[in-house]
């Protein structure tokens, strides 16, 4: 069976492939629909945030001047709102999920700040290891509270 040649070949274009499906920059949901090259006014079905925004970047890094890798690229001052730049190319994992680590740290913080959690519990079993009742427990929280000793 002979084969059969296209009379068209379609360019190479660093903005058409994509190797691997986007996620959003804002939910993180996987952006089956879109079409290639991403439009400025073309947005997430899930959270309907914008797509053409520097977030969702190759070139974006909030390390650098202006957050632009690129450095002929025109300043954008939002980088969640759609914009116009003639540079963007579309990021495959754009999506960063909140500090998980930071939230977790000043979650212990806050508990030990109301007594609650881990350092709390450190004090309560060492309390009860060296045989105080709760009463002198207190009594000597309060005189650590005012400096009274």
């Known amino acids: 069976m002979p084969q059969i040649q296209a009379k068209y070949k379609v360019k190479e274009s660093p903005h058409l492939t994509i190797p691997t499906p986007l996620i959003c920059w ?3 949901d996987k952006l089956l629909d879109t079409h290639f090259p991403i439009r400025r006014n073309d947005a ?17 890094d909030p390390q650098v001047s202006d957050s ?8 954008i001052n ?3 709102r759609a914009n116009f730049c003639g540079y963007f190319k579309a990021k495959p994992f754009a999506y960063q999920p909140a500090n998980i680590q ?3 740290t000043a979650q212990t913080q806050l508990n030990a700040l109301f007594g609650e ?3 709390a519990d ?3 079993t060492s309390s009860e290891e060296s045989g105080i009742s709760s009463n002198e427990k207190a009594k000597q929280e309060l005189n650590d509270l005012f400096n009274l000793d």
């Open 122 to 124: 450190q004090k309560n």
């Open 117 to 119: 959690g881990d350092i």
């Open 78 to 80: 939002d980088k969640e």
């Open 26 to 28: 804002k939910c993180g």
């Open 44 to 60: 997430c079905t899930a959270c309907h945030a914008e797509l053409h925004v520097c977030k969702m970047c190759e070139f974006y």
């Open 102 to 104: 930071a939230q977790a």
């Open 68 to 75: 632009c890798r690129e450095p002929i690229a025109d300043s």
